[in-house]
């Protein structure tokens, strides 16, 4: 599968994230005006997201109205809320790629 290099961009963006902070995740999402935001999870006590809800509301809170696009970069699996966050920001399907950038989906 070739990627289009504006997703190759914001997969590399979500890998530098997650190894930057050393968590289990770490995502990029691109809004409608083709600016970027990554983030990786959280899990406190009191508080706990996945990689892909910081970076959708990271860009939401930025004036995004729509997303054209969403990496997460994990060794596990999404979950059912990041497809559903990405959804609700108008995209089709997540790109998912190992921690060697390795597309899965």
């Known amino acids: 599968m070739t990627l289009d290099p504006e997703d190759s961009k914001i997969i590399t963006l979500a890998r530098a994230a997650r190894a930057r902070s050393g968590s289990e995740e770490g995502a990029a999402v691109r809004d409608e005006t083709g600016r970027t ?4 999870n959280v899990k406190l006590a009191s508080l ?6 910081v ?5 939401i809170s930025s004036g995004a109205r729509s997303l054209e696009a969403v990496a997460l970069v994990t060794a596990g699996e999404p979950g059912a ?6 959804a609700e920001m108008g995209v089709k399907s997540l790109l998912v790629a ?7 989906t």
């Open 48 to 53: 706990t997201l996945s990689a892909v809800q």
């Open 98 to 104: 190992g921690p060697d950038g390795t597309l899965r």
């Open 81 to 86: 809320d990041d497809a559903a966050v990405a």
């Open 55 to 59: 970076a959708v509301a990271m860009a």
């Open 37 to 40: 935001y990554s983030a990786t």
